[in-house]
């Protein structure tokens, strides 16, 4: 039941014992009346709740609900401390929902906190009532979704970064005098007729030989198969020893400061025979070489600053008019000095 109902069953109580003080009251007024005019009232038969109004004021109508049956329509979650009231006869009771009841004394009255839910009451089967508290559902609550806000950083604009050149110490070297070499002239030999061909012979002879300078007589040329020796290269080369030891050389124009490779064949005829190399008829190096086979001599010569030509030769050591082979005579440019 309902607290409204408990409410109204209680007024009921109350209205019940207002009817019986009255009743009571016209009754004793009777009897006093009845005293002093001698006329004796018969006192109605009350029942045992009528009498106990009359004795003791009950506050609670026949058919009246016990307090403990008064329950509060529940409200979602909730809790409270129980409410006692001081007073006879006094007593309380704590629903399960967080009402407190409190019945207190003669005229009792009901306190509840708490939030009162209405109630729907639905007839039943018996012809009665029965009231049912509604279902309340709370609402659960939509999260909202705001639209994300991003905030760039701005650009962080960073100052240019500026080297400074590192100097470089200028360091004095002494003035080297170094000569341009025309690249066309690097590897060309400047020996002519270095092979001994010209003339062309069809047997050994002594004669003025193309290109170098001798004695007056002529330089003594030996042909290929001439004694059963044959040339390093070609077909015709020089006994230097013809009429003794003798000079053959060339005259060439040079590169100052350019670095020469000469080189040569040479060869001995009967024994070890030597010859000296020379370079503006100073003596740069020498070779020996005994019979039976060739072997390529070579040295190097750096020309003077200001010197634009030069003169390369031979000289024979050995007396006398035999030996000292040589053929493949070469002087060629390979760079600066």
Same mark, same amino acid.
Request: a negative charge; proline letters at 9%; hydrophobic letters at 35%.
């Given at each position: 039941?309902?607290?409204?109902?408990?409410?109204?069953?209680?007024?009921?109580?109350?209205?019940?014992?207002? $009817?019986?003080?009255?009743?009571?009251?016209? @009754?004793?007024?009777?009897?006093?009346?009845?005293?002093?005019?001698?006329?004796?009232?018969?006192?109605?038969?009350?029942?045992?709740?009528?009498?106990?109004?009359?004795? %003791?004021?009950?506050?609670?109508?026949?058919? #009246?609900?016990?307090?403990?049956?008064?329950?509060?329509?529940?409200?979602?979650?909730?809790?409270?401390?129980?409410?006692?009231?001081?007073?006879?006869?006094?007593?309380?009771?704590?629903?399960? !929902?967080?009402?407190?009841?409190?019945? @207190?004394?003669?005229?009792? /009255?009901?306190?509840?906190?708490?939030?009162?839910? =209405?109630?729907?009451?639905?007839?039943?089967?018996?012809?009665?009532?029965?009231?049912?508290?509604?279902?309340?559902?709370?609402?659960?609550?939509?999260?909202?979704?705001?639209?994300?806000?991003?905030?760039?950083?701005?650009?962080?604009?960073? #100052?240019?970064?500026?080297?400074?050149? +590192?100097?470089?110490?200028?360091? @004095?070297?002494?003035? /080297?005098?170094?000569?341009?070499?025309?690249?066309?002239?690097?590897?060309?030999?400047? +020996? /002519?007729?270095?092979?001994?061909?010209?003339?062309?012979?069809?047997?050994?002879?002594?004669?003025?030989? !193309?290109?170098?300078?001798?004695?007056?007589?002529?330089?003594?040329?030996?042909?290929?198969?001439?004694?059963?020796?044959?040339?390093?290269?070609?077909?015709?080369?020089?006994?230097?020893?013809?009429?003794?030891?003798?000079?053959?050389?060339?005259?060439? #124009?040079? $590169? =100052?400061?350019?670095?020469?490779?000469?080189?040569?064949?040479?060869?001995?005829?009967?024994?070890?025979?030597?010859?000296?190399?020379?370079?503006? %008829?100073?003596?740069?190096?020498?070779?020996?070489?005994?019979?039976?086979?060739?072997? +390529?001599?070579?040295?190097?010569?750096?020309?003077?600053?200001?010197?634009?030509?030069?003169?390369?030769?031979?000289?024979?050591?050995?007396?006398?008019?035999?030996?000292?082979?040589? !053929?493949?005579?070469?002087?060629?440019?390979?760079?600066?000095?």
């Amino acid at each position: 039941m309902g607290l409204a109902e408990h409410r109204r069953g209680s007024w009921r109580s109350r209205l019940y014992a207002l $009817v019986f003080v009255v009743l009571i009251s016209g @009754s004793v007024w009777f009897a006093y009346r009845a005293r002093d005019t001698g006329v004796t009232l018969a006192t109605p038969d009350l029942g045992d709740e009528e009498a106990a109004v009359v004795a %003791g004021g009950v506050d609670e109508a026949p058919g #009246a609900p016990e307090l403990s049956s008064v329950t509060p329509a529940p409200v979602g979650g909730g809790s409270a401390e129980p409410n006692q009231q001081d007073g006879d006869g006094a007593r309380g009771e704590v629903s399960s !929902d967080g009402f407190v009841a409190t019945e @207190s004394g003669p005229g009792a /009255t009901i306190e509840a906190t708490g939030t009162v839910m =209405p109630t729907t009451t639905t007839p039943d089967s018996s012809g009665g009532s029965t009231s049912e508290a509604p279902t309340t559902t709370e609402p659960v609550p939509t999260p909202t979704t705001g639209a994300q806000t991003t905030t760039e950083a701005p650009p962080t604009t960073e #100052a240019p970064t500026t080297t400074e050149p +590192i100097p470089v110490p200028t360091i @004095s070297r002494p003035t /080297t005098t170094t000569s341009t070499v025309p690249p066309g002239l690097i590897g060309r030999n400047l +020996i /002519t007729n270095g092979g001994f061909e010209l003339p062309e012979l069809g047997r050994w002879a002594f004669t003025v030989v !193309d290109g170098w300078t001798g004695p007056p007589g002529g330089l003594e040329i030996w042909v290929d198969g001439h004694e059963a020796v044959a040339p390093n290269g070609g077909r015709q080369f020089l006994e230097l020893n013809g009429l003794g030891p003798e000079k053959a050389s060339q005259t060439v #124009a040079v $590169v =100052p400061g350019g670095r020469y490779r000469w080189s040569f064949a040479h060869r001995g005829r009967k024994t070890e025979e030597t010859v000296n190399i020379l370079v503006d %008829g100073a003596v740069v190096g020498s070779v020996t070489t005994g019979p039976g086979r060739w072997m +390529i001599v070579s040295g190097e010569h750096v020309v003077p600053a200001g010197r634009e030509r030069l003169t390369f030769g031979l000289q024979a050591v050995d007396p006398g008019t035999i030996g000292n082979f040589v !053929d493949d005579v070469r002087f060629e440019l390979v760079g600066s000095g």
